[in-house]
């Protein structure tokens, strides 16, 4: 790029144009660093995007732990512009199309509780008090966050 | 991770690399052996076989492939490669024989990226070489696709320890389709799962990290 192109031409201005290849080799390698840099950070994102699908708008404490100012702006950035693209579809409401990610056969499922989770309120106003083990008859579209958070299983029989 | 919503960068097609894929990072870190055709001066550290202050013109050494491409030049000379040995006549004439006995995963682990690579270095032997990673492609993919499609549920470690990388990801292509079908059979692709993402983290806890 540039800087090498700079000290190179130093180098033939200053009759040591034999240091070239060398000026060469130094400047391949900074490149390689900053692909490798790059691609790393670059990964981190696509990994930082699959979980605002895979998990949810909220991310866990340590996920948010491992995560640098820069990327916690972007996944702030990234939920905005899905935020605003969901309500964009389908008329007046919107649509969440992070939800029924798999194909629904029921408007009710059987779960199960796989850890204490506290009270959780039904659009109906019943509060439902998720216990370990405990297994409920509960409306798909609430319990879909859950279930992909590891806090509940679909029981399927 | 293995979930739907995590899209790596994949390798580059044929000769060109995709800058940001981390696969073809890996695979530009084979060594190749080499030659310089003119004096590197003041790097001499890099050849630990010798103890000059300089690298001189006609030293064989080894280097990555992203340094190799790096300085190579065509019109100019300042390093010229060596075909490895998998690419030159010999082996080209035992692929050509049956390239379903050989152990690529041996031969490689990257023998059709690498092999794409090399074709940068403008060797007489190019479009032979070229030839015969098409045709050695051709001639493993049926057997590869068809051992996907009917391993199911299985252990598959004896198919793919002969593969190269590219056939590998094929192959492992080829099985997520396999098992996506089965599970569907099954009724289960309408069942609600964690997400494998969220099982992953879990097992690394904050307290862990802290010093």
Redesign the interface.
């Known amino acids: 790029g540039g800087l090498c192109l700079h000290q190179e031409n130093e180098a033939k201005s200053e009759g040591r144009a034999?240091?070239i290849?060398?000026i060469?080799?130094r400047?391949?390698?900074l490149?390689?660093n900053q692909?490798?840099v790059?691609?790393y950070l670059?990964?981190r994102l696509?990994?930082i995007?699959?979980?605002?699908?895979?998990?949810g708008s909220v991310l866990?404490?340590?996920?948010r732990?491992?995560m640098c100012a820069e990327e916690l702006q972007w996944f702030s950035q990234y939920k905005k512009s899905l935020a605003s693209f969901m309500r964009s579809l389908g008329g007046d409401e919107g649509l969440d199309i992070t939800q029924d990610?798999?194909?629904?056969?029921s408007l009710y499922?059987e779960v199960r509780c796989l850890k204490d989770h506290g009270e959780f309120e039904i659009d109906d106003g019943t509060v439902i008090l998720l216990k370990k083990n405990s297994q409920h008859f509960l409306p798909r579209w609430k319990?879909?966050l859950l279930?992909?958070?590891?806090v509940l299983?679909?029981v399927?029989s | 991770?293995d979930?739907?919503?995590?899209?790596?960068?994949p390798p580059g097609v044929g000769m060109e690399e995709n800058?940001?894929?981390?696969d073809d990072?890996l695979l530009s870190h084979e060594r190749l052996p080499i030659r310089t055709e003119?004096?590197?001066?003041?790097?001499g550290f890099l050849e630990k076989s010798s103890d000059t202050q300089d690298i001189p013109e006609g030293t064989k050494m080894e280097l990555p492939l992203?340094?190799t491409k790096?300085?190579y030049e065509r019109k100019r000379k300042?390093v010229s490669v060596e075909l490895p040995k998998v690419y030159r006549e010999g082996w080209r004439t035992v692929f050509s024989a049956d390239p379903n006995v050989v152990d690529l995963h041996k031969m490689g682990p990257y023998y059709y990226g690498l092999g794409s690579q090399m074709l940068h270095f403008d060797s007489p032997e190019n479009p032979e070489i070229a030839q015969t990673l098409l045709q050695t492609f051709i001639a493993r993919f049926r057997r590869t696709m068809d051992s996907s499609q009917n391993a199911y549920n299985e252990d598959t470690s004896a198919l793919v320890e002969r593969l190269d990388c590219l056939e590998k990801a094929l192959f492992r292509s080829g099985q997520s389709g396999l098992n996506g079908f089965q599970s569907w059979e099954k009724?289960?692709?309408?069942?609600?799962?964690?997400?494998?993402?969220?099982?992953n983290?879990?097992k690394?806890?904050?307290t862990d990290?802290q010093p």
């Open positions: 034999e240091l290849p060398s060469k080799l400047h391949c390698c490149l390689r692909r490798c790059t691609a670059y990964d696509l990994r995007r699959a979980l605002r699908w895979e998990y866990p404490a340590n996920v732990f491992h990610m798999k194909p629904p056969k499922i319990c879909e279930i992909r958070q590891g299983e679909h399927v | 991770m979930t739907q919503s995590y899209f790596p960068v800058f940001l894929s981390l990072i003119c004096t590197f001066p003041r790097l992203w340094l790096g300085l300042v009724g289960q692709a309408s069942q609600l799962t964690a997400s494998s993402l969220v099982l983290y879990r690394r806890k904050i990290v």
